[in-house]
């Protein structure tokens, strides 16, 4: 694992509000890196996920938006129907560019954007999910020297994810989401 990430991805998709949920709720107000993360929603209804999660956590929540610089400390969430990228300036970008893997958000498209901009500075984590969305993009986190963690498939709601993104990358570390969520607080300190 790289010693200290600058940035944390995370994609998710079905079981992805339980999951999250746990994950962000213990990270103090203190937390220090970036979040920008992608859940699979449908395309036709505004998304109240960023509400819904900064009921429940100390770290400012929000959905991202085009050209919006990324801020230490702050959770971004990729809005319905848009794919949410890095840019090489360390800012964010919505597109509007074909589904990946059935899916727009597209969390390959993030975390390849990512790894592009972070390289061995990123951590990508893969959650619960019912595609192979995020295993090739973390695959890409891992060669541009990142590290890699998946929920561990046996407790996820929807296994298919975790389980390819173990299969894309053999060394990525499996935890339970508790011991996710007790790796962020440690790497997040200030």
């Known amino acids: 694992m790289s010693a200290s990430p600058q940035a944390v991805v995370i994609g998710s998709s079905a079981g992805a509000l339980e999951a999250l949920s746990r994950i962000l709720s213990v990270l103090p107000a203190t937390f220090i890196l970036p979040v920008i993360a992608v859940v699979h929603l449908p395309p036709d209804k505004r998304s109240i996920l960023a509400e819904l999660l900064q009921a429940r956590c100390a770290v400012r929540v929000r959905e991202a938006e085009d050209k919006e610089p ?14 949410l990228l890095v840019e090489m300036d360390r800012s964010l970008s919505l597109s509007s560019d074909e589904p990946v893997l059935f899916s727009r958000p597209s969390i390959d498209v993030l975390f390849e954007s990512a790894a592009d901009a972070y390289g061995c500075g990123l951590l990508g984590v893969v959650l619960t999910g019912a595609n192979h969305d995020g295993a090739r993009g973390l695959n890409a986190i891992v060669e541009g020297g990142g590290s890699a963690i998946v929920q561990d498939p046996d407790s996820a709601f ?33």
């Open 70 to 83: 990324i801020t230490p400390g702050t959770i971004y969430f990729a809005p319905p129907d848009y794919h």
């Open 158 to 190: 929807a296994p298919a994810m975790p389980q390819a993104a173990i299969e894309a990358c053999p060394n990525a570390r499996v935890l339970s989401v508790d011991a996710i969520a007790s790796y962020l607080q440690e790497i997040g300190r200030s």
